[in-house]
């Protein structure tokens, strides 16, 4: 089982900054991709940002949306068994709730469809 909590979140100004994180286990976080997704209301959920090892895995390698690029940063902490989305120049439009994600395989790319476990979101609100 790949059980997901996350933490974080809450509520900013705009231009300010917030992170999120998400305990997993040891060997989820070294081993599969792991991803931010959000969804704001009304909305569809979408890819925020994404953590995978390089092929022989000599380094990690990150993927952001392009509405989060130069914003938002997406690292694990293997000490502590998380992965942390830090949100910074946040803007109203970054205002949903934001779900952790555990890829299927090494390859998961920006798809949700990519992800196999989710955990059960937390809300992030930025007031203009």
């Known amino acids: 089982q790949r059980r997901l909590v996350e933490s974080g979140g809450g509520l900013v100004q705009t231009g300010g900054s917030l992170s999120v994180s998400c305990a997993a286990t040891?060997?989820?976080?070294?081993?599969?991709?792991m991803a931010w997704f959000r969804q704001a209301p009304g909305k569809e959920r979408e890819f925020v940002a994404a953590?995978?090892?390089?092929?022989?895995?000599?380094?990690?390698?990150?993927d952001f949306a392009d509405s989060v690029k130069g914003r938002f940063t997406i690292s694990r902490n293997f000490a502590e068994h998380t992965v942390r989305l830090q949100m910074n120049s946040l803007k109203p439009e970054d205002t949903a709730v934001y779900y952790c994600?555990?890829?299927?395989?090494?390859?998961?790319?920006?798809?949700?469809?990519?992800?196999?476990?989710w955990g059960q979101g937390t809300q992030v609100t930025v007031s203009s």
């Open positions: 994600a555990v890829g299927r395989s090494t390859t998961a790319g920006t798809s949700s469809s990519d992800y196999i476990d």
């Open positions: 040891s060997r989820v976080l070294t081993t599969y991709p």
């Open positions: 953590i995978r090892w390089s092929t022989a895995r000599v380094r990690e390698n990150t």
